[in-house]
């Protein structure tokens, strides 16, 4: 992550957050009217965690790997989600997914998932985070995948800063932990549940424990907000699978890791 990304996302999280998108009813806007202390986010420490793009590439970005829409989040659930807090998750698993699809230079789902991002984040009043220009650019000149992942990332950016400006400190939160989830989703899937699938992609997937031990701690002292509490519970669920893999990395245990990732994503796209 670069390190204006990172001024950005340590600024956030000094702050408290207002009510996130004006004439909003109370059911869909879940995530307003809650003031966190400071010391309820670590900031210091959720400063270290990746975007969902770069999450996406670290782990993903691998030359014996392949590209399955049929795994990613389907662009028709867009609809369902009805509150902020579900908007917020799925950003950040589009996000991760149509980074997926980049890496393989799928144009034209890049192109979908992007505008899908474009409609949920303005459905969460950013306005602008996604350019009609870059839009136009993959659907009109086809450009490769370096190019296309610096377009995901310079839209993220504009929606970290949106939300720098505005202060809304736990829809980043969401959109991290989303394109998180996502991101390890997509990995364990492609491992079949194996560490003998491919082992530069297990490898990548156990190297992960340190971006969950980052994000744990940064929630640590969360303990009177049920939308982030509910979130903390996953995180440490999987951070608790990490560490029995460290005590005993077998083919049951990584199975059941890649069991629960997909129990914990499945709950996030309903």
Known sequence: ???????????????????CK???DSEKDDLAGETLEITDIREEILISMLAPSDMAVMLIDNPDLYFNKDIINPTNNAVKYNTNSKIALNIGIYTADLSYASLFEQEQVTYDYLDIVK?????LGITNSIEKRHLDMIKNTKPDKEEMIRIINESFMNTDAYLRENN???????ILIGGWVEAQY???TLSEGS??????????????????ELMSKALENVT??????????DIDRIYKAYLL???????ANFKSFCDLINEVRANYIV
């Open 195 to 212: 560490m003998k699938k491919n082992a530069q992609l297990t490898e990548s997937i156990l190297a992960q424990k340190i971006s969950l």
């Open 224 to 233: 009177n907000d049920d939308v982030l509490l509910s979130l903390k519970n």
């Open 168 to 174: 809304r400190q736990k829809v980043i939160t969401m």
């Open 22 to 24: 004006s004439g909003e």
């Open 186 to 188: 997509i990995a364990v």
């Open 119 to 123: 409609g949920m984040t303005e459905e």
């Open 245 to 251: 893999m460290d005590t005993q990395l077998t083919d």
């Open 1 to 19: 992550m670069n390190k204006t990304l990172i001024l950005i996302i340590s600024g956030i999280f000094s702050l408290t957050l207002p009510n």
